[in-house]
């Protein structure tokens, strides 16, 4: 089975790196993670790649006299090693209308929230601040505004009266690490496709109405 090309954009621990590398090792997975790229050489998310044996690049931005510097280094990295897919994880910095364009609809991202709600940082905390009683996270392909682009799967987890952002935050982190890497096989696979801005799957498991927790959940 071909796998399709994939590399992950890191800047820190790359807790969800690691929910890719795992799946990704899983017999017929149908994405590989051929390259970690991470902006920052400190990234803890390095020491991941590296013991799964994936190969990793350093694009400090940092070294780049600006940001057309620095994409047009991070795209030449990705075209050396021939890759099909991106996936965002934690990746600190904001790309370029031009550089999202070049990979629309090949570059996903995950984000701590029920999006379109939430958008932005401290998610959790305003989560607790506006009173809602489901919060979540998001996979949806990239778009130049932030935090916006289609929906591939989401998936909710309830809000309790005794939550702090840190609680919340650590049960939306485990739900992220099950997302993830359902999202990624979608759109490796080509069973998630854009139509009109919006997500569409080729084939819906069966009893999908009764999962509320993770959209879509598995086959």
Same mark, same amino acid.
């Given at each position: 089975?071909?796998?399709?090309?994939?590399?992950?954009?890191? #800047?820190?621990?790359? +807790?969800?790196?690691?929910?890719?590398?795992?799946?990704?090792? *899983?017999?017929?997975?149908?994405?590989?993670?051929?390259?970690?790229?991470?902006?920052?050489?400190?990234?803890?998310?390095?020491? /991941?790649?590296?013991?799964?044996?994936?190969?990793?690049?350093?694009?400090? /931005?940092? #070294?780049?006299?600006?940001?057309?510097?620095? !994409?047009?280094?991070?795209?030449?990295?990705?075209?050396?090693?021939?890759?099909?897919?991106?996936?965002?994880?934690?990746?600190?910095?904001?790309? +370029? !209308?031009?550089?999202? *364009?070049?990979?629309?609809?090949?570059?996903?991202?995950?984000?701590?929230?029920?999006?379109? +709600?939430?958008?932005?940082?401290?998610?959790?905390?305003?989560?607790? !601040?506006?009173?809602?009683?489901? /919060?979540?996270?998001?996979?949806?392909?990239?778009?130049?505004?932030?935090?916006?682009?289609?929906?591939?799967?989401?998936?909710?987890?309830?809000?309790?009266? +005794?939550?702090?952002?840190?609680?919340?935050?650590?049960?939306?982190?485990?739900?992220? /690490?099950?997302?993830?890497?359902?999202?990624?096989?979608?759109?490796?696979?080509?069973?998630?496709?854009?139509?009109? *801005?919006?997500?569409?799957?080729?084939?819906?498991?069966?009893?999908? *109405?009764?999962?509320?927790?993770?959209?879509?959940?598995?086959?």
């Amino acid at each position: 089975m071909r796998r399709t090309r994939t590399a992950v954009l890191i #800047s820190g621990r790359g +807790s969800n790196l690691a929910a890719l590398l795992a799946a990704a090792r *899983e017999p017929g997975y149908p994405a590989e993670i051929a390259l970690v790229v991470s902006n920052r050489p400190d990234a803890g998310g390095l020491g /991941h790649a590296a013991g799964a044996g994936v190969a990793t690049a350093i694009v400090d /931005h940092r #070294s780049h006299a600006g940001k057309p510097a620095f !994409e047009a280094a991070l795209q030449a990295v990705l075209e050396a090693a021939r890759i099909e897919l991106v996936c965002l994880a934690g990746f600190m910095r904001l790309l +370029s !209308e031009a550089f999202v *364009e070049r990979w629309r609809d090949r570059m996903i991202n995950v984000h701590p929230s029920l999006l379109p +709600s939430f958008r932005g940082l401290d998610t959790h905390a305003r989560a607790i !601040e506006a009173g809602v009683r489901i /919060h979540g996270a998001t996979v949806h392909f990239v778009r130049s505004d932030v935090d916006t682009g289609p929906i591939i799967v989401q998936g909710a987890v309830p809000v309790l009266s +005794s939550d702090t952002a840190d609680s919340l935050a650590a049960r939306v982190l485990a739900v992220e /690490h099950r997302i993830y890497p359902r999202a990624l096989a979608l759109v490796a696979t080509g069973a998630a496709t854009v139509v009109a *801005e919006k997500v569409v799957l080729g084939a819906e498991p069966e009893g999908a *109405e009764a999962r509320c927790l993770i959209w879509p959940g598995p086959a």
